[in-house]
């Protein structure tokens, strides 16, 4: 009994979702039993289109360097698709005898790979030839439910915290003006709070911290960005891009939006206008954005082993006969650190975020240890170490 699969990218790229993509392709061919695996080029458009490519053809070079290759290698996208979409999938599926299929993405891909499921579930002929649906976990927004983590997170955490160590150093160097990092995550703080794996001494950044699950105060802010600065000259803050008023209101308001993407206003260019203005006190904006996912130097070690974990353990759930669940990850033990695959039901995860605990904020601005201990092991290698400031 030979299989044909397919997998397909969604939403944005991170620095080891093409890992993932490799461990699909080597358990894929270790199994012996797969006569072609399909990628779809450019998202699930691509599918409607029947844009596929056999990544079996390709040569063994290109395959071994794709876990050291960022963003999607076959392409991602935001498309949104309809119930009449799913449908449509599913006798693609059977036209190209696919019986098995992966998404690898985030929140909406969950939702889309339950929907076609489903889809599959209610066409009589798809159901009878068992085509399974399988997620792959992707996100640097580490918000997906159930799993501990998500491939993707601990690159974008690592490039974050290794990005405030450097510059916290520059500005403790030159103590003249309060520095704003911008991070990515649009509802949940996983990554913004990874910034305070930077922290070595009292006196250089990070010194505030400031995730979306906690209301902003604009007040309050500026109160303790003023005495920092008093105390220690320079002032390193690290904001999320999603920060909300008590309200629920955004800082900044978005200036685009489209379903479930935001594309958020300037929050660290809006805060340091407030420093400016309100404070008197120089003050500069950061804003790394999609370098902060996309970054191979600053790639997790652990990370990319564990995207590469996660496409190996979806075919061989889709090899046991699994269907709609999504491989997530255990932790075991943080010091050490070990972790062990799991299979999550995908309707325990469509569209359900997760947002950082409220254990492991202390309040405004500043991190609980038990969130370090957690976060610490998913960077993989430490991070560069500075000699304390003796001056």
């Known amino acids: 009994m030979y299989e044909n699969v397919l997998i397909v990218h969604g939403g944005a790229p991170t620095a080891v979702m093409n890992a993932s993509l490799y461990g699909v392709i080597k358990e894929a061919k270790d199994s012996g039993v797969c006569r072609h695996v399909y990628a779809a080029r450019g998202g699930t458009q691509a599918v409607l289109t029947k844009n596929f490519i056999d990544l079996l053809t390709i040569d063994e070079q290109t395959i071994e360097q794709l876990p050291f290759t960022p963003a999607s290698w076959i392409g991602t996208s935001r498309f949104h698709v309809s119930d009449e979409d799913y449908a449509m999938m599913v006798e693609i599926l059977l036209a190209y005898d696919i019986t098995g299929v992966f998404f690898n993405g985030g929140n ?23 085509i399974r649906v399988v997620g ?3 996100t640097i927004d580490n918000d997906l439910a159930i799993t501990d983590h998500a491939p993707g997170f601990g690159s974008a955490a690592r490039y974050l915290a290794s ?17 704003i990092i911008e991070s990515m995550g649009r509802n949940a703080g996983w990554l913004t709070a990874a910034a305070a794996l930077a922290k070595t001494e009292e006196s250089v950044g990070p010194h505030l911290i400031y995730v979306p699950e906690v209301a ?6 500026l109160d303790e960005a003023k005495c920092l600065y008093e105390k220690h000259g320079g002032v390193v803050v ?3 891009e999603g920060l909300r008023t008590k309200t629920g209101e955004p800082i900044v308001k978005p200036i685009f939006q489209v379903g ?19 404070l008197g006190i120089k003050a500069r904006s950061e804003k790394p954005g999609i370098l902060g996912r996309c970054s191979i130097a600053f790639q997790s070690d652990v990370d990319r082993e564990e995207a590469v974990l996660v496409g190996r ?3 061989k759930a889709m090899l046991e006969g699994r269907s709609e669940v ?3 990850f255990e932790r075991i033990g943080s010091e050490p650190y070990l972790c062990r695959t799991i299979l999550i039901p995908l309707e325990e995860v469509m569209l359900h975020e997760r947002t950082l605990p409220v254990e492991y904020i202390k309040n405004a601005g500043r991190i609980d240890e038990s969130y370090l201990t957690w976060c610490k092991p998913l960077l993989g290698s430490a991070l560069a170490s500075f000699p304390k400031r003796g001056l």
């Not at 891909?109 to 068992?130: E, F, I, T, Y």
């Not at 990005?163 to 520095?179: G, K, R, T, Y």
């Not at 902003?216 to 802010?221: A, R, S």
């Not at 479930?260 to 309100?278: M, T």
């Open 108 to 130: 909406g891909s969950m939702d889309a790979c339950g929907k076609l499921a489903k889809a599959v579930k209610a066409h009589p002929q798809a159901r009878q030839k068992g």
């Open 136 to 138: 792959i976990p992707k």
């Open 163 to 179: 990005s405030v160590q450097e510059l916290s150093q520059d500005v403790a160097s030159l103590p003249i003006h309060v520095c």
């Open 216 to 221: 902003f105060d604009e007040e309050q802010f």
């Open 238 to 240: 690290v904001a999320s």
């Open 260 to 278: 479930r993407s935001v594309y958020y206003g300037d929050v660290s260019a809006h805060l340091c206008n407030l420093v400016i203005q309100r």
């Open 313 to 315: 353990a979806a075919v």
């Open 326 to 328: 999504m491989v997530g």
